[in-house]
């Protein structure tokens, strides 16, 4: 079965940075995505990986390992504002998105 | 530029009630329509989508349905509710025609409580 792994909740202080991680076993491969969710709002995207190595956005970078079936989320700076929802999500051979559970982010001053 | 309208934004319904949620995309033309329903501790569930007027495709066999009357808008119903339908509904939409990986657009969603 298709199957994707991410912690459940992390915790982090404000201006540190933190790794979110996320595994994934799927029939193909057709790019990863990263979205936020703030608690009981629509989720936003942050990221989009189809090639290996780092995407850098501001303060968010995402990798990607193919032959590892592994990505991770870096944020940099955290701000209170950064307290959400961090939902992976693969797109499989038949572009269809396989979605994590998400990991729920707490940052504590 | 592209909005998505979602609503009822709250819903509190009782068991064997009818149900009708409703998306609206505006900017765009024959976009890729999804519900999604989320709960609580378990990754987003496709459960509807439609690349087309009239033209559904159902992932999760249940008591909804889903219907798209307009190029642009998609409503998801029930007739009869359940306990279990409980949850966070989503709208989201991408471009129609284009292949490959895009970006999903969400509205803003729908909590639906059933009692």
């Known amino acids: 079965g298709q199957n994707i792994d991410q912690p459940t909740e992390m915790t982090a202080t404000e201006g540190a940075i933190v790794q979110i991680n996320c595994t994934y076993q799927?029939?193909?491969?057709?790019?990863l995505f990263w979205y936020q969710q703030h608690a009981g709002e629509a989720p936003t995207f942050l990221s989009y990986?189809?090639l290996d190595g780092l995407e850098e956005k501001g303060r968010f970078s995402s990798f990607l390992s193919r032959s590892k079936g592994y990505s991770y989320l870096l944020l940099k700076e955290l701000q209170m504002k950064d307290s959400a929802s961090y939902l992976c999500a693969v797109m499989d051979s038949n572009y269809q998105l396989i979605w994590g559970a998400g990991t729920k982010l707490i940052i504590k001053p | 530029s592209q909005t998505i309208h979602q609503w009822p934004a709250t819903l509190v319904q009782p068991v064997g009630s009818p149900l009708s949620l409703e998306c609206t995309v505006e900017?765009?033309?024959?976009?890729?329509l999804y519900w999604y329903r989320q709960a609580a501790g378990r990754g987003l569930q496709l459960l509807f989508y439609?690349?087309?007027?009239?033209?559904i495709s159902s992932e999760v066999p249940q008591n909804l349905s889903a219907s798209r009357p307009q190029d642009r808008q998609f409503i998801l119903s029930s007739k009869k509710l359940l306990l279990s339908d409980s949850g966070f509904y989503l709208c989201a939409w991408t471009p129609g025609g284009a292949s490959g990986a895009n970006v999903l657009t969400f509205g803003a969603g729908s909590r639906l409580t059933v009692l």
């Open positions: 439609s690349v087309g007027i009239g033209q």
């Open positions: 799927t029939s193909g491969f057709n790019g």
């Open positions: 900017g765009t033309s024959n976009p890729n």
């Open positions: 990986n189809v």
